[in-house]
């Protein structure tokens, strides 16, 4: 079956960094655009980063750019965030999004989410 599974959450100072990854299995990583998207208590969910099936493009929230990279191994399945320069704001749960689209269709797989907390 489907998984997408987040780890590398956790409690962090301001201006430190984490590393998120997402592990994927169930269908075909490669074929799949990847997200991250977080949920901070009280907001909507909303998306930090993507990037597409073969890793060739990448665009992010107006609030991830130039800290945020994200980034794949399709042969290891696997997405990656990396957070730097964390802030207060960054407090969200973290989910990894996997979507296709072919004409009739939409494919569209979540985690279960990651906590990030950024607190001194």
């Known amino acids: 079956q489907v998984q997408l599974v987040e780890s590398g959450g956790g409690l962090v100072q301001p201006g430190k960094s984490l590393r998120l990854s997402c592990a994927a299995s169930?269908?075909?990583?490669?074929?799949?655009?990847m997200s991250w998207y977080r949920q901070a208590p009280g907001k909507e969910r909303e998306l930090v980063a993507r990037?597409?099936?073969?890793?060739?493009?990448?665009n992010y929230a107006d609030s991830a750019k130039g800290r945020f990279t994200i980034s794949r191994d399709n042969a290891k399945n696997t997405v990656y965030l990396q957070m730097n320069s964390l802030k207060p704001e960054d407090t969200a749960v973290y989910y990894c999004n996997a979507h296709l689209y072919v004409p009739g269709l939409v494919y569209d797989y979540w985690g279960q989410g990651t906590q990030v907390t950024v607190s001194s």
């Open positions: 990037i597409t099936s073969a890793g060739g493009s990448t």
């Open positions: 169930g269908f075909t990583f490669s074929s799949y655009a």
